[in-house]
């Protein structure tokens, strides 16, 4: 990895606990390296403490115990003043936008510039630029009610990047957004990595954020890290329970339990869930063992997607054949990829009783077993819009 811009070493955050409520450990000993240049997700449910983790590397909250390093500088010893020279390479966005109502967009994007005391012709220049380059230019005249939440976003993302900051974080900024809108400001986001050199760091709970343009991510639970890796790895092969809950989550290809209920009336031979990936389960490289094999397979369920922009997912065939030439197509395929024997309608298979880890065979290569449990659906769904709470704008902090 290149050098780290981002540093934590055994970060911890307690919230003190008042006569009402008890203390929370919301960062609890995180050791976490973002990379320059990169694009880092921080996935976790609500509570997690992603947004204390983010809110660490611009110290609007100082650690318990344990360092941060943001761009080559320790945070822990730092005076207000310092702090400020810090942050102001530190851009932020939003969930709710944080838009001041009062102001047009240029008047929104021109505020940290005002708060910097750019002078007022260099100050027009740059708004004129970083609306261009959001492509929001011709609503630099309008007020942020009248605009889309797509276009808010685009109009925060711009006023963020208005100091030339190394950093940008990223908080639920897509979570209020249709998933269109998502990711046309996802799109945004990666050219503002690409275009502008600028590490990115996005906060979410959605895994297709991830899946659409992470190039590594962080998995948090109770405080901790659960899990790290590069995009692609996190879902080919996800270690910890909660990753595997993300992926079902985001990947949707394997039939829940009330979809196989559905399959086998309609295909009561023998059902197996075939892994795709770039690795060795290639769609060829499996149609090839069904040929050899001289079993017909059909397509019954699946999909097939893009992970870090390589092919992931899995296919669910009805293999129809001989006994014997069923069972050497399916012994075959797990030398290949990753596979899960459902069975016949008539002799079911008995599905794993749980979720616990994935169990590979020691060798490099996709893990041998399937690691999605089909109860592990939904879990997302159940869980709204959330406000992102009251976070202030940081150049008001510094105001
Ligand atoms: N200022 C605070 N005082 C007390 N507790 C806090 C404070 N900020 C956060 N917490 C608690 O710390 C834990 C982590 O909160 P945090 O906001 O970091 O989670 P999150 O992962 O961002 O969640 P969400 O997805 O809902 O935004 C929660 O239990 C939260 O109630
Ligand atoms: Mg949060």
């Not at 929104?108 to 007022?120: F, G, R, S, T």
């Not at 990115?200 to 899990?227: L, Q, S």
């Not at 009336?265 to 490289?285: F, K, M, N, Q, Y």
Request: with cysteine.
């Amino acid at each position: 990895m290149s050098t780290p811009i981002i540093s934590f070493r055994d970060a911890v955050k307690v919230f003190p606990g008042t006569r009402r409520r008890p203390e929370v450990r919301a960062v609890d000993g995180v050791t976490l390296d973002i990379a320059e240049g990169e694009i880092f997700g921080v996935i976790g449910y609500s509570g997690a403490g992603k947004s204390t983790l983010v809110r660490l590397i611009n110290a609007l909250e100082r650690t318990t115990s344990g360092s941060v390093v943001v761009g080559g500088r320790d945070l822990t010893g730092l005076s207000e003043s310092q702090l400020r020279e810090v942050r102001a390479g530190i851009g932020m966005i939003f969930q709710q936008f944080n838009l001041l109502s009062s102001r047009t967009v240029a008047g929104n994007v021109a505020y940290p510039l005002e708060v910097a005391k750019w002078p007022k012709d260099k100050r027009e220049e740059r708004v004129r630029e970083l609306l261009e380059f959001v492509g929001i230019s011709d609503k630099a005249g309008t007020y942020p009610a009248q605009l889309s939440g797509g276009q808010k976003q685009r109009v925060g993302i711009a006023r963020a990047l208005a100091a030339n900051p190394r950093i940008l974080l990223a908080d639920e900024a897509t979570s209020a957004l249709d998933p269109e809108t998502t990711r046309e400001v996802l799109r945004l986001l990666q050219r503002v990595n690409r275009e502008l050199g600028i590490t990115v760091v996005i906060i979410t709970h959605e895994m297709d954020v991830v899946r659409y343009c992470c190039d590594r991510v962080a998995v948090m639970e109770h405080g901790k890290v659960a899990e790290t890796g590069d995009a692609y790895s996190i879902f080919s092969s996800p270690t910890a329970p909660i990753t595997r809950r993300f992926v079902a989550t985001s990947l949707r290809d394997r039939p829940s339990d009330e979809t196989l209920a559905r399959l086998r009336e309609r295909h009561p031979g023998r059902l197996v869930v075939v892994g795709i990936d770039e690795v060795t389960g290639s769609t060829r490289a499996i149609t090839q063992v069904f040929r050899d094999q001289g079993v017909e397979p059909a397509v019954v369920y699946g999909g097939i997607t893009e992970v870090a922009g390589k092919p992931y997912g899995s296919l669910t065939f009805e293999i129809a054949g001989p006994d014997d030439a069923v069972a050497a197509a399916i012994a075959r395929l797990r030398d290949v990829t990753a596979v899960d024997d459902l069975g016949t309608a008539a002799a079911p298979a008995v599905e794993p009783a749980d979720t616990e880890p994935v169990e590979t065979d020691g060798r490099s290569g996709p893990p041998r077993t399937r690691v999605i449990g089909a109860q592990d659906y939904g879990m997302l769904g159940a869980r709204g819009a959330r406000l992102a709470g009251p976070d202030p704008l940081i150049i008001e902090e510094d105001d």
